[in-house]
């Protein structure tokens, strides 16, 4: 009797002994910069709508709606004609700025790349980014928006994110939006053929429904709460482990991630043998950007291409060691396009690289280096940086009149200089 009842006190002391370790161990962590890992869910519900033509878009007139990104709380809105921006008072002299969300937000809306475009050349830039857009998404929502304000801009500025909006064409529409929820509803079925597989809207349904069993909410509880639980979700090689066990499934997102690595790193003319896809899936995407150009120029305005660099072309360190994929290759597809044709173009890979070397160590975070430590966006600094760059690039080239020129010019070197200074102390 004493014999089990020494076990029994041994099991109960190992217990405690590991739950206290947990908790100690969690609490170290809040104090580290593993603490953004922590996400509050902010599902945004309702505040995308479903569009015939689009997929989905913002609704109009919304208020009140906030996400988190690496422990910043970010409020949201929408105005009266569906952008993530101050109300339209009418301006017939604007400019306009569509893209995924790059150009939406992620930052403060203070400090997003559009309203630093806005301020630094003093004309009024309608910014309305929509977030998991493609270029075909993007072009239907310059149209829509400028056939709601009646006038047309002098400049469609479009980021262009240089990671995946080659897929988001090929999949288009991906997005849709099902009882107030964005989900993903085409997918990248095979990367080998390019296959796509497209989830009833029952299916999705029946997948909301999910989200209301106990165990879906303890994992949503844990992903609010738990720095531990995050940084064991976010390991590729546990979960790995996990799945071999059956301790977990293989997510849809984890299918869908390196694809998007491969699809835009992977250039159709050498590797068109073993992607064929590629070949169509490019070829759709120019189409897409040539047809941009050819209705920025039936209604007077110019268009300019800006190339959002992913975080690993900035920061070399961080490319994935992962074969048939190389930097830079869809900077020279893609430029090569615009040469041909003639489309006006900035490219800030370059320009980052040399900020992000001024840099002593690869730091990152909410104000270190040019992005997130975690999030893949651009923090306060890497937005403020672009939007000086594209405002430098549009003054210089004379795309829009400027009051002051020489003026606005000084102060954006200015502040490009102050900001190599802010990276050099990271």
Known sequence: ??????????????????????????????????????????????????????????????????????????????????????PYRGEKDFMILVGDSFTWGFVPFEKTMGVVIENTIRKRLLKCGLPGS??????????????????????????????????DDWLFPRITVVDGFSLIQIFLKDIRTGEKEVVSIDDLRKKLKELDSLEIKIKFWLIQNSVIYNILRNSIFLRKIAVSFGLADRRREEEVLPTYWFASYIPPDIYQSKYHWLNEAWSQHIKNILEFNDYAKQIGSKLLMVLIPVREQVYEPLWPDLEDIKPDVPNKILSDVFEKHGILYLDLTEEFKRYAKLQRKLSLGEQKGLYYRFDSHWNENGSYIAGLLVSKYIVEKGLVEVQDKEGVLQNIESELNRMKKVLAED
Not at 144 to 160: F, L
Request: aromatic share 16%.
């Open 134 to 167: 493609g270029t075909k998404q993007q072009m239907i929502k310059a149209k829509k928006v400028i056939e709601q304000v009646g006038s047309n801009p002098s400049i469609i500025i479009v980021g262009y994110f240089l990671r995946n909006d080659l897929i």
């Open 1 to 86: 009797m004493l014999g089990k009842r020494k076990y029994v006190f041994i099991v109960i002391y190992a217990l405690l002994f590991l739950v206290f370790s947990i908790l100690f161990i969690e609490i170290v962590l809040r104090f580290t910069p593993y603490r953004f890992l922590l996400v509050e869910i902010y599902p945004m519900r309702y505040y995308y709508e479903v569009d015939q033509e689009l997929g989905y878009d913002i609704v109009k007139n919304k208020k009140g709606y906030s996400h988190r990104v690496e422990g910043t709380k970010l409020s949201v809105w929408s105005n009266e004609i569906g952008c993530y921006d101050y």
